[in-house]
């Protein structure tokens, strides 16, 4: 497997934090992501891959999926689109490609579509979850403009407003636990090396209930991030919802807002400051990509004409 960074890894402060075990071994848990193929499915996939942790990459075209992960487990990493995956050795990783009923054989879910369309998904297969003990680990995001751009409401009244608390809800399985992490995080900057060096912090951001609290800890862990636990259990999470611009939704009664990834004191990522820096490699990986095919083209044509 590659080598993972060697950066330290801060302790995590939190009420959460300090009621759990220390120790929590993240490889005899078997992961499923559902939206797998998406950008952000494909970098933590590899990532948690190449950290040793059993992982499903779930889709609605299975084949699609099975196309990355062959890809991404021949060594030769995987570029389409906006997904940018260095070549890696990946020998050892166990990943493979999944339908959406592969997360019922799964111990912990993550949740990566799109908010707008995520209940829809999980929908028609949340029966047979019910009462198996899962983690979930919520990384949608409701206000941002990957979700719906057109509802300056995603969550209906009556709902708590944050999509852990929606999507908790819903499910409404009292032995499932829920966590929210990785909202603020771009997912250019997770590689199975270890963090982007567009990387501006190592701080990803967990709100939830204890177990899913542990184990999206061990997730963050095992890829080179640091973990930041915020107290207050799950009923906290509106308070940390974040809109397209990166800063929170919402105000306290107090009209007072805990400060954006990036402005605050916990060294969070920030899902903006990189930005530009991202959009060269983007170009740039593009641009390679652009001569390849060219060339490999040009190629093809010199051997059909000599044929």
């Not at 990946?90 to 799109?114: F, N, Q, T, Y």
């Not at 409401?153 to 990785?182: C, N």
Request: aromatic content about 8%; glycine content about 8%; some cysteine.
């Amino acid at each position: 497997m590659c080598n993972p960074t060697d950066r330290p890894i801060a302790p995590t402060s939190g009420e959460a934090a300090n009621n759990m075990p220390k120790e929590l071994d993240i490889t005899e848990l078997k992961v499923a992501i559902l939206s797998g193929t998406g950008r952000m499915g494909v970098h933590l996939a590899a990532a948690w891959a190449n950290a040793g942790i059993d992982v499903i990459m779930c889709s609605r075209d299975i084949d699609k999926a099975r196309t990355i992960t062959d890809e991404l487990i021949s060594g030769r990493g995987y570029s389409e689109g906006d997904i940018m995956v260095p070549r890696c050795d990946a020998s050892k990783w166990r990943l493979r490609p999944g339908s959406l009923r592969g997360a019922i054989e799964a111990d912990v879910i993550v949740l990566a579509s799109p908010f707008h369309v995520m209940w829809r998904t999980l929908r028609r297969i949340y029966k047979k979850l019910m009462g198996k003990g899962k983690i979930f680990i919520d990384l949608t995001n409701p206000w941002q403009n990957t979700s719906d751009p057109h509802n300056p409401q995603p969550i209906p009244e009556g709902f708590g407003q944050s999509s852990v608390l929606f999507h908790k809800r819903l499910l409404d399985d009292p032995t499932a636990s829920w966590a929210m992490a990785y909202r603020h995080v771009y997912w250019m900057l997770i590689q199975p090396t270890g963090p982007s060096r567009r990387s501006n912090g190592l701080g990803v951001e967990v709100i939830g209930e204890d177990r899913a609290v542990q184990v999206a800890k061990a997730l963050i862990e095992a890829h080179g991030f640091r973990p930041v636990v915020r107290e207050g259990g799950i009923e906290i999470a509106p308070m940390y919802e974040l809109n397209f611009a990166g800063n929170r939704v919402f105000q306290s009664s107090k009209g007072w807002s805990y400060p954006p990834p990036g402005q605050d004191s916990d060294g969070l990522v920030s899902p903006l400051s990189a930005f530009s820096l991202i959009s060269l490699d983007i170009v740039s990986e593009k641009v390679r990509r652009s001569l390849f095919q060219g060339y490999f083209c040009s190629g093809c044509r010199s051997n059909a004409n000599q044929a």
